[in-house]
């Protein structure tokens, strides 16, 4: 589930979590904010797009 926006990823190994934006290794903290706000922007843009189709009804 935590390499599902586009240019992050994260991938368990043998020597544990590595944590990914676009190439670049980054701490888990750093990761899981920028994830937890691209999130948050993928629900805006959803919560805006049903307004508007609710607008229209």
Avoid: P
Avoid at 15 to 26: C, H, L, N
């Amino acid at each position: 589930m935590l390499d599902r926006i586009e240019g992050m990823s994260a991938h368990h190994g043998r020597a544990g979590w590595r944590f990914t934006i676009d190439g670049e290794q980054v701490s888990e903290g750093t990761y899981k904010r920028r994830y937890i706000a691209a999130l948050e922007r993928e629900l805006d843009a959803a919560h805006a797009k049903l307004a508007a189709i609710y607008d229209l009804l």
